[in-house]
């Protein structure tokens, strides 16, 4: 599938393809957040979805945790719903997100179209470029989408909720319309993605945080099948490019259904901290698992996090591990804890590997 | 362990003690509530602390589903905060709960008491009698309470949260303090759960909404214990009484750790929809299932709830199985529709077990 030998892949290509590395790779979901001064610091000046809309900022505050972490790869300061404004739907964050108005019938769904990621979300592209050119090959650079239920979920309820009931009940009393708003979904998160690989994306990940809502049997309807078709298309723009593009599927809350991700058509699959990693191992032989530390293990003492990253490496094994939160580093958390996490897995994964 | 015969059981006892019964027993998670015309009606007379704390309103409340629905058992209608103020914190609901403080330090839970049921709730006391003896040996009548790391979860929010970061925080860098909250809170329930069995109720069920926030190690160590003390107190109950009281424990979002509820000191442990019955069951051999119907299906068509609850009664197997949805009933779901779904499961398992 690549053009490049695997012994000049970065160490973060060659965990995703389950090599045996000479340590454990690691970056933080969210590691470009609200818990780093420097952050908050730009935010001051520039609200969210400008940061997201302009790409010298997207491109500063992705370069910002690898310098002070020196992380194993950037992921690309966005958000999930930044492809919705071209779906046809607006959004706002104050901080969570409000959409103008929620997808619910049949002629809501009618009236979504699949942006061309080149004309609605031309700033993402320019920033994964400009992103790409300022880390030289040092770092690799994670694209990302959200995943078609997960999108699907955020359109029908409008923001977040407690109950889910509006997607729920969209799900089970009109199927034929879920389907075809999953489609959409899929489409674009296919076409934004695959536009990101184009851009020079080196990884693609897609993130459902919503799939733990469904029962194993909803997420082979709902899920599965428009999570794979996104990865096709993202396999096909790495095989057009002659490049190897690590396919990451994060699954929210997924202990239910752990098996069924063997089928969705990623390299790896990023889980939280719910499950054991070695359970999961078992569940998904041959694939790479990315996590799962409990982010709320920053909040304790250093002795405490070094106890518990050395527990995730023990389950995870020798190979085929990206270290990662189990979700993104709470804002609370102290910048130095997250560069101790960062220090102590490098060290004690080399002292395995060796 | 107990003084009557297993033949004069209850259907719903015969079933939680695993034995092959003539149907399924069934009753829905919060059966009295908003989704019923006659529930609402009440509560606009009543507010909803005035109806958990005057017994003749709580057993109207309870009686409700009974009459509609024809389940096989009743829960009283109550909340887990209860024992709250007897605690020493306040609490009101609007309609999700708000404490009057939060338990976040060493001085906090030393002023925090394990309050004498029979003074500070009284009222619950009085309501498991009255309807006890409404219910007259027809149905037998569920007693509660909160899990220890659920209502302490509670207690250190203060409320509902999203990420959950003070509880997370109390455990990881303060775990004595978290330990002696959390031995405060099962010793309230243990003898407040206790009490509800000497006051006559037929089962006893824990409810540990948030226990699926916890990591497998951390459900280990924060948890589970605390389960075991609270039913080793409800098994001594019940041994005192001479009656057979099964005990019933509520594992929201467990499917990475559903294998240590073998532990919990349960009879049946309850689970929600995102896990399939038959893969709890490799898990958990020798103990009933209650559970796990997605409550959302109850917003679909009849054709798809009947569909779903055989896929239910499919995967929970021949024995050893109570039906149940996997959460609390949607405030928007159809009553009929609940009736349809107890009509639908006494049938379908009927023809099952002939």
Redo the contacts between chains.
Sequence with gaps: MAETPAATLPLFHRACLGEHVERTPIWIMRQAGRYLPEYRALRERHDFLTSCRTPELACEITLQPVRRLEVDAAILFSDILVPLPGMGVDVTFNPGPHLARTIRTESDVRGLVVPDPRESMGYVLDAVKLTRAELAGRTPLIGFAGAPFTVATYLVEGGGS????AI??L???APAVAHELLGICADTAGEYLAAQVDAGADAAMLFDTWA???????FDTFALPYVRRVLLRVQAAAARAGRVVPRIYYAG??????DRCRDVGADVIGLD????LD?ARRSLPGLTLQGNL?P??L???RE?IRERAS?VLDAAGPAGHVFNLGHGI?P?SDPDHARFLVDTVRELSARRAS
Tied chains: 1, 2.
């Design positions: 407690k109950s889910f009931s729920k009940s799900l089970f009393s733990g809502l469904l029962s194993p049997a909803d809350n997924a202990g239910g259904w752990i901290w719910r499950l054991d359970r409990d709320a293990v909040l304790g003492t405490l527990a709470l609370e």
